[in-house]
């Protein structure tokens, strides 16, 4: 596995030749690690074995992770804790990714998923920054807690057939802004009884006719014509209407990661084929 500087960050090129997680260096981190209550700052300075210190200088240092092409599962707890990891993207190989893998990568704020993921385990994101989440069409399963306390995650798009566990967005503002967040448990985290309801109603966020516009703008292969032909029967002041979730058009077409066209783009083309220059 190599490691080199992409957009001024330090990426490491993930090929799955060894694995990354080392339990035993792991519980001698861990202990010191949880005596500092999370302050990570100062990590050097703890009374650690040089081994250990060379295994998290390592992790620590990545700051982005890109799958390549021909890795299809991502092993349970491989960037567990790898703390300033900004940026993830999948190869379209990548099938599974298992529990934990990227629990706790704190400064997550970017993930490009492969566009076959069928699988992500219990607590894969927990924890990180995420503030959108685009599951592509052949996720079946989805495991509890996946991408639980990501506080600024509010534009979520799911397929209608994937399977959802437990609070898989838990404590994350699509839930604590919506009508299923009405009390808060003993740690202040807002809880709902009806998990039921919670994941019927994220699947089916779009599914009302007036968000088609809604729909092809978090589509995993958004077009311009399509978007055209939706606009010519509700206008072009419908990339500003809020769904029941609270999030427009633009909003799903600048965060998806699939979407090759730009708004901007697209309302200048429909300006000028509806004045009959294009």
Not at 9 to 20: A, E, H, I, N
Not at 213 to 240: M, N, V
């Amino acid at each position: 596995m190599r490691v080199a500087t992409v957009d001024g960050l330090v990426t490491l090129f993930y090929d799955g030749s060894k694995p990354l997680w080392n339990q035993e260096l792991y519980s001698e981190w861990y202990p010191q690690y949880k005596r500092r209550y999370g302050e990570i700052e100062r990590w050097e300075e703890w009374n650690l074995s040089i081994e250990c210190k060379e295994y998290w200088r390592e992790r620590l240092s990545w700051q982005q992770v890109i799958v390549v092409d021909g890795v299809t599962e991502i092993p349970r707890e491989t960037f567990l804790y790898c703390v300033n990891v900004k940026k993830v993207i999948f190869a379209n190989t990548v099938i599974r990714i298992e529990n934990r893998a990227f629990h706790f990568c704190f400064d997550l704020v970017y993930i490009k998923l492969s566009i076959n993921l069928e699988y992500i385990g219990e607590d894969v994101f927990g924890s990180c920054d995420l503030s959108s989440v685009f599951l592509p069409p052949r996720c079946r399963e989805v495991g509890r807690y996946a991408f639980d306390c990501n506080t600024n995650l509010a534009i979520v798009h799911v397929p209608q057939n994937v399977e959802l566990g437990p609070r898989v967005f838990g404590n994350t503002k699509l839930i604590d802004d919506s009508s299923f967040a009405d009390e808060e448990d003993d740690y202040g985290d807002y809880i709902f009884a009806d998990e039921e309801a919670v994941q019927e109603w994220i699947k089916n966020i779009n599914n009302d006719d007036k968000y088609a516009l809604h729909r092809a703008c978090c589509s995993f292969s958004p077009s311009k014509q399509d978007i055209f032909t939706i606009l010519e029967e509700i206008g072009i002041g419908a990339f500003s209407v809020e769904n029941g979730a609270g999030i427009t058009p633009s909003q799903y077409l600048k965060e998806n990661p699939y979407a090759d066209i730009d708004e901007m783009d697209i309302i200048r083309d429909y300006t000028l084929k509806m004045m009959g220059e294009l």
